[in-house]
C-alpha cells in the first residue's frame, strides 16, 4: 500500500529523534502496519497513530488521495486523570511550512474533544524544531530530564511539555477571534 511506503519513509528519518530502534524499509514498513491497526484508546497505555496526509501531493507507493508526511501519535496515559501524551513527525521534505503546527493542533482538537484534561509531551531537549511547535502551540515548558533516553545516538535529555484542556480551549477562542 502506498501511504505504507509515505509514512515508514518518514518515521526512517526521525529515529534519532524519536529515540525509536533504526529499523530496514521492511521492518518499518511492517511497524507502520502494525501501528496502523492500534484504534482504540479503551485501556492505559493504548495509542493510536494517525496520518498527516497532504492532498494533492503524490505518494511513493500506490496511494491515491494525497501522500502521507506525517505521522501523530495520541497515547492514553491514564483514563481515571484523564491524561493523554501526543508525538508528532513531519517528514523533512515537509517541514518549514506550518503543517505540523496544523497537524498538532487538530491533534489538540481530538484530544480534548475526547476528553483528555492534560495532553503533554516528550521532546528531545536538543530538538530546536520540536521545541519551537511545542511554544507556538502554546504548551508549557513543564520538566526537563537529564539522561533519561538512550538510543543510537546515545544518552539523551528530553523536556515535558504540556497544556490542560482549558488552556488549549481558550488557545483556540483567541485564535479564532
Ligand atoms: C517537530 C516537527 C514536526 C516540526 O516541524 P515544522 O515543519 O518545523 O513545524 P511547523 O509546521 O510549526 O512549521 C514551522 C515553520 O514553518 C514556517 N511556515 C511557513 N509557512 C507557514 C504557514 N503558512 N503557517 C505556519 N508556519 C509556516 C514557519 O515560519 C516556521 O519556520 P521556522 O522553523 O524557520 O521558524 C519536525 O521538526 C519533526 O518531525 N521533528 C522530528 C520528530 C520530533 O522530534 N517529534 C517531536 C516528538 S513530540
Do not use: K
Not at 535529555?157 to 482549558?166: E, K, P, Q
Request: proline share 3%.
Amino acid at each position: 500500500m502506498g501511504w505504507v511506503a509515505d509514512a515508514a519513509a518518514t518515521v526512517r528519518w526521525a529515529v534519532n529523534r524519536v529515540l525509536w530502534p533504526l529499523r530496514d524499509r521492511e521492518a518499518g514498513a511492517e511497524h507502520t502496519e502494525l501501528r496502523a491497526r492500534q484504534r482504540t484508546l479503551a485501556a492505559d497505555g493504548e495509542a493510536v497513530a494517525l496520518a498527516v496526509v497532504l492532498p494533492g501531493e503524490p505518494g511513493l507507493g500506490s496511494g491515491r488521495g494525497g501522500r502521507v508526511i506525517g505521522d501523530l501519535t495520541l497515547i492514553l496515559v491514564s483514563a481515571a486523570h484523564a491524561q493523554v501524551a501526543v508525538g508528532r513527525v513531519l517528514h523533512p521534505g515537509f517541514q518549514g511550512r506550518g503543517y505540523a503546527h496544523e497537524a498538532a493542533a487538530a491533534l489538540l482538537d481530538l484530544a480534548t474533544g475526547l476528553g483528555a484534561h492534560r495532553v503533554a509531551a516528550t521532546v528531545d531537549a536538543a530538538d530546536e524544531p520540536s521545541l519551537a511547535l511545542c511554544a507556538r502551540l502554546g504548551m508549557r515548558r513543564e520538566a526537563p530530564f537529564r539522561q533519561d533516553r538512550y538510543g543510537d545516538t546515545g544518552r539523551r535529555d528530553t523536556v515535558i511539555h504540556a497544556l490542560t484542556r482549558d488552556e488549549w480551549l481558550a488557545a483556540r477562542a483567541t485564535s479564532a477571534g
